[in-house]
């Protein structure tokens, strides 16, 4: 049944389902003309005995029978299957009609009026005994009436016949009604298999319409066009990303290509193929950071990032991190400040790194002389810890996109420092995630705030 | 010091050979894990550099075969895959350090040189001296042709890390990693700024230069006549 297509199985439970109805239809049938057929011959022997009953109640002894014999022939001679027995007392046969009937011993003297059957030479009967009793004569004699019924019997056999032939038709012919109504009906589904079959990565975009389809497949169209979003959104972004990584490498290399070159083109001093070299260098150790991030971002993608547990205080996290910046802070006349505390269970170099990156994108947009401040929130159900500093407001569409990869609020500008690729908050974002942490920004009125929230677990 | 490279890309081992022997080691080449186990058992090394993919045997193989052999010369691993279980694996193996390609090869030198440090290390000096400049570094105090000079706490931590490596070239992140305990590359120019201020205490009032910037790689404190 396994391995049964859908449509056979349709076909095979339909055409079990006719037989089964065809069957009890038959056996009812066949049962209910049988009952009706023995209610029949009962009638008929029931009115004819009593009918001989009261022709020959006028008898007054064996000689008297020869009189009403007409009478009887006649009764019994409207009816061509119907045969007659009469016995003495004693015995005798007094008459018989139309032939001599060998009947068993015990049927011929059982006057209990009820009708008993029995086979003879491929011969089927059916008869009912009854004494006469004439007034002054009880019990003088003994009529025994006999219906041949044969003829039912071969009704029944032809019947059964016709029956079984009958059910073995009807089967096929259910079968293959089966097959093409669930064919008919399995058509959409087999329509939904052909959009699903000829989807590629190329026609993502593509959904399976929903009007067409009927009910009970509806749901199953639509689970189905919402994994097809999913995939194409994953799709366009990893595109997206491929993009962008061909591009921010294309950059350094076409630096490097460009430079080299130009450098080889003519014999120079020492010093500028030194200064080419070094050059090159930072150009090189830019492409190797991005690879290392970009391979970070890869791994946490794939779920390949798995944090450690320890419990990590996050005000020794960012006092340890304001005396590694304040050396730049001081350049600058930014202060840095931090309040609060809080813990959480999490990978000590991950968190430091996720927190170092949003500090140094602070300390990026940070106009001098201004505070930077962490504040760090422990409530019943989470822990915050949020970082502001002042600065251009950033505008709400680009909020969401500022962790995306490679996202700049202007695309022309390259900010910060050249080994900026746009990577670093991304990166933060995906180590929040893996700690099944959130992080958002909000920005107005002159104050940027990024907010990362863990939720919180118990010590 | 005599040094094995096991690299079967046959620049990048040239490079390294060359990048080695110009730092002053004994360096021998070879390009499959096969040579590198022979090598390996008839030599002393006092370092193996091995490449994990390599054809014949791969990296952790030869390990494998080296320590069971009794042999317990220090041994780094460079690898193109970073993954946290290779990287397990190759500890458990007794690899000493592990460094994914891409690296910069000052970060290769000095891990190279703090793992050839590791096997005899000199007794704990409390005082240090390089040309005119005496740091005491149990009272944490720094002197400079007999001028008190005052550090910060962080600036005598680096101070303390170019002393011990002196003629070294320390890649950024490692002073990173070492004094600020930061063990990720950061985007900023802190190093820049603290050797910068270590530098105007140190070096800006005296004529003769101690801190050296080797320029797209790190910094490096010498003297000319340091012993």
Not at chain 1, 92 to 119: C, I, S
Not at chain 1, 216 to 232: G, H, I, P, W
Not at chain 1, 286 to 298: E, G, K, N, V
Request: overall charge negative; aromatic content about 6%; hydrophobic content about 45%.
């Amino acid at each position: 049944m396994k391995h049964l297509s859908l449509t056979a199985r349709m076909s095979l439970m339909f055409m079990l389902a006719v037989i089964a109805v065809l069957t009890v239809a038959g056996l009812s049938f066949n049962e209910l003309s049988r009952h009706h057929f023995m209610m029949l011959d009962q009638q008929t022997l029931d009115e004819k005995l009593e009918s001989t009953q009261q022709i020959l109640s006028n008898t007054r002894s064996h000689a008297d029978l020869e009189g009403v014999l007409p009478q009887l022939k006649a009764l019994l001679g409207a009816h061509h299957d119907l045969a007659a027995v009469i016995f003495a007392n004693d015995g005798t046969v007094l008459f018989a009609e139309p032939q001599a009937f060998n009947v068993p011993e015990k049927y011929r003297l059982n006057p209990d009026h009820g009708m008993w059957e029995w086979e003879e030479n491929g011969h089927m009967y059916r008869g009912m005994t009854a004494q006469v009793s004439t007034p002054d004569q009880p019990a003088f004699l003994t009529a025994l009436l006999i219906l041949d019924v044969t003829n039912h019997v071969h009704f029944f056999e032809t019947l059964q016949r016709w029956f079984w032939l009958g059910l073995v038709i009807s089967a096929l012919v259910s079968a293959a009604l089966g097959w093409v109504v669930a064919r008919s009906g399995l058509r959409p589904l087999r329509q939904v298999t052909l959009v699903a079959t000829s989807m590629s990565a190329r026609s993502l975009k593509e959904r399976i319409p929903l009007e067409p389809v009927p009910l009970e497949l509806q749901q199953l169209v639509t689970s189905f066009n919402a994994m097809l979003a999913r995939l194409d959104d994953a799709f366009v972004r990893l595109s997206n990303f491929s993009a962008d990584i061909a591009h921010e490498l294309r950059t350094p290399l076409s630096n490097l290509m460009t430079h080299t070159e130009v450098v080889l083109t003519q014999k120079r001093n020492l010093e500028a193929y030194e200064e080419n070299l070094y050059s090159n260098l930072e150009d090189l150790k830019r492409m190797s950071r991005m690879i290392d991030d970009m391979l970070f971002l890869a791994k946490s993608d794939n779920g390949l990032i798995i944090p450690e547990q320890t419990r990590i205080e996050f005000s020794e996290v960012v006092t340890k991190l304001f005396e590694y910046y304040h050396l730049i802070a001081d350049e600058h006349g930014i202060q840095l400040v931090v309040t609060g505390s809080g813990s959480v269970l999490g990978d000590k170099l991950m968190l430091d790194r996720a927190i170092s990156n949003l500090l140094s994108n602070a300390l990026r947009y940070t106009p001098a002389g201004k505070i930077i401040s962490v504040t760090i929130k422990s409530t019943a159900s989470a822990i915050t810890l949020i970082v502001e500093n002042p600065g251009e407001t950033i505008k709400p569409e680009h909020l969401d996109k500022l962790f995306d990869r490679f996202y700049r609020v202007d695309p022309a500008r390259r900010e910060g420092s050249p080994s900026n690729a746009g990577l670093g908050l991304a990166i933060t974002r995906s180590i929040v995630e893996s700690h099944k942490g959130k992080i958002w920004c909000t920005s107005g009125n002159g104050i940027t705030a990024f907010h990362m929230e863990f939720p919180q677990q118990p010590s | 010091m005599k040094l094995l490279v096991a690299e079967d890309e046959p620049k990048t081992g040239i490079y390294l050979q060359q990048g080695l022997t110009e730092a002053g080691f004994n360096v021998d080449r070879v390009m499959t894990g096969t040579d590198a186990l022979q090598h390996a058992l008839s030599e002393a090394y006092d370092l193996l550099i091995l490449d994990v993919m390599m054809p014949g045997l791969d990296g952790w193989e030869v390990l494998r075969m080296i320590r069971a052999a009794g042999k317990d010369v220090p041994v780094l691993f460079l690898t193109a895959r970073d993954g946290v279980e290779d990287r397990v694996k190759g500890l458990e193996l007794g690899a000493d350090d592990y460094l994914v390609k891409p690296f910069a090869f000052s970060e290769l030198l000095a891990r190279v040189r703090t793992l050839l440090r590791r096997g005899n290390s000199s007794p704990t000096q409390t005082t240090m001296k390089i040309a005119d400049l005496e740091v005491d570094l149990l009272k944490r105090r720094a002197v400079r042709s007999g001028k008190r000079i005052d550090l910060t706490a962080k600036e005598f931590a680096l101070l303390e890390l170019l002393l011990r490596r002196r003629g070294e070239v320390l890649p950024k992140s490692l002073i990173a990693s070492q004094v600020w305990d930061m063990n990720f590359d950061s985007d900023t120019n802190v190093i820049e700024v603290a050797v910068r201020r270590l530098r105007a205490k140190i070096d800006d009032e005296f004529e003769l230069k101690l801190i050296h910037t080797a320029r797209g790689m790190g910094y490096m404190l010498d003297a000319p006549e340091s012993e």
